[in-house]
């Protein structure tokens, strides 16, 4: 059975977007308050200053960074087992909620988490990870039952959009919370972090109702006689032991793992570039509220551009515009630079992950979406382990190569600086990779693989 051509755009008559698309669409706006508030902005700072109070600063980091290490590769190793039996199952919805609800507890639960009392804070912030992390593979896996073919890339850029629109705005929120907890009627800025978490929890948990609700039930399968656990194990065996039927997949996994581990190193590392080149932390704040508000109609406009012009070159744009953007990282000088490139940023981030999102959907088969999803989230949980590796490296060498014989402080700040800049530049090489694999999956056949695959 033939696919429908990657490139093939005939967009649907229907203006109007029905309910089950806004129930989906609507998730996005409440989970990504997570990655906003508590992942990107008040978790770190607060778990360093606050949680691990007179703990010293360097373990502070590493247990953070352990914290991280372990959520994602729980939910990478399970995510593909998971999806499978969710698919044997007709459960999407269920796991979505469970993951969801478990995510959302434990941010709410951060709220009684005393000062110095950071095991506990770390214990609740890696399970809340999981379970953010783990929705979005079953949140991902339902994009191909409300969206047409036709409009899938609208869709899934509609769903970024209103991520970048829901968190940005709770996020907005937050922080004036924190800047003028009086005017809110809150004690001190300490409280109003506090009070932060309950709104992530609140408003996460809201908007998942709106989708469970909205989005209409998978229709219920016989169950296996086997355990769900091994019914899930001998799926992904299945699906590994077929590889070679759906090498496009392949090929286009393995170009997504570089780009967007690209992506990923950028938006990881971007706050900690800034402040090696002496900007302060307010700077940062507001460069990552740019990248959210501008990210709300970048992403719908880069929708449209895969609807109307092809969701191939859209990406390649994508992958253009990243690398530009990479290059005028390493050589910018002022801060005016670096809020011109969160705008950058902003225009490209979202469009790059939906229509990334919406193309791999057409890879796939539609009976096992949360299987195959799974593996999606598997290689996106594995991203941004090459690009900081290889940033640590080129800036190691950098100086080695660079430092003169007895430099002098004056040289050593120069060179520190200098050698910040060719790390930075290095991500440069997973863009290239990226694009080069990304070319070479499109000159595989499109055929549809659901006839061939269990």
């Known amino acids: 059975m033939v696919h429908h051509h990657l490139e093939e755009q005939n967009p649907s008559s229907r203006s109007s977007i029905k309910k089950d698309v806004w129930g989906w669409v609507l998730y996005d706006c409440g989970n990504s308050a997570f990655a ?9 700072v607060f778990f360093k200053t606050y949680w691990s109070h007179e703990t010293d600063i360097n373990t502070s980091t590493a247990i953070l960074g352990f914290g991280n ?5 729980f939910v990478a190793f399970t995510a593909p087992i998971l999806g499978a039996i969710a698919d044997k199952r007709a459960s999407k919805k269920l796991f979505l909620a469970f993951f969801t609800y478990l995510g959302s507890l434990m941010v709410l639960l951060l709220f009684f988490v005393g000062k110095g009392e950071w095991p506990f804070a770390i214990l609740l912030y890696a399970i809340a990870v999981v379970g953010f992390s783990g929705s979005n593979s079953f949140y991902d896996a339902l994009l191909p039952s409300v969206a047409a073919p036709d409009r899938i890339d609208y869709i899934s850029s509609l769903g970024y959009a209103m991520g970048y629109l829901g968190g940005g705005l709770l996020f907005a ?41 909205w989005v209409p039930g998978e229709q219920r399968k016989k169950a296996p006689r086997s355990p769900a656990v091994l019914e899930g194990f001998r799926q ?17 996994l393995i170009a997504y793992w570089f ?18 080149l002496g900007f302060r932390s307010t700077d940062l704040i507001i460069a990552l509220l740019i990248v959210q508000f501008i990210g709300f109609p970048a992403s719908l406009a880069f929708g449209k551009l895969g609807q109307r012009w092809g969701v191939r070159k859209a990406i390649f744009l994508g992958i253009y515009l990243y690398m530009g953007i990479t290059v005028w990282g390493a050589l910018m000088t002022r ?10 940023i902003g225009l490209v981030q979202g469009g790059i992950q939906a229509l990334s ?14 299987e195959f999803y799974g593996f999606y989230n598997m290689i996106g949980k594995f991203a941004a382990i090459l690009g900081p590796a290889l940033m640590g490296a080129t800036g190691l060498l950098a100086r080695r190569l660079l430092m003169p014989p007895g430099p002098t402080e004056q040289q050593r ?6 050698a910040s800049r060719c790390s930075i530049a290095s991500i440069l090489v997973l863009f290239i990779a990226g694009l080069l694999l990304f070319a070479l999956a499109g000159k595989e056949k499109s055929v549809s693989v659901q006839n061939n695959l269990p």
């Not at 581990?261 to 800034?274: E, K, L, P």
Request: aromatic share 14%; net charge positive.
């Open 36 to 44: 906003t508030t508590v992942m990107a902005g008040f978790f770190p």
């Open 69 to 73: 290490s372990l959520a994602s590769a």
């Open 173 to 213: 929120l937050n922080v004036l919370m924190t800047i003028m907890p009086s005017r809110f009627g809150l004690a001190s800025p300490e409280q109003a972090v506090r009070l932060s978490f309950v709104s992530v929890a609140v408003w996460w948990g809201f908007f998942t109702v709106l989708t469970l609700h």
């Open 236 to 252: 992904i065996h299945s699906t590994l032991r077929k590889a070679k039927e759906f090498k496009p997949v392949l090929l286009f």
């Open 259 to 276: 780009y967007i581990d690209g992506v990923d190193t950028i938006i990881r590392m971007a706050v900690d570039y800034g402040l090696s």
């Open 335 to 344: 801060k005016d630079e670096f809020y011109l490139l969160a705008v950058l």
């Open 357 to 370: 999102r919406s193309y791999y959907a057409r890879l796939i088969p539609k009976d096992r979406t949360a």
């Open 413 to 418: 700040v120069h060179l520190a600086l200098l």
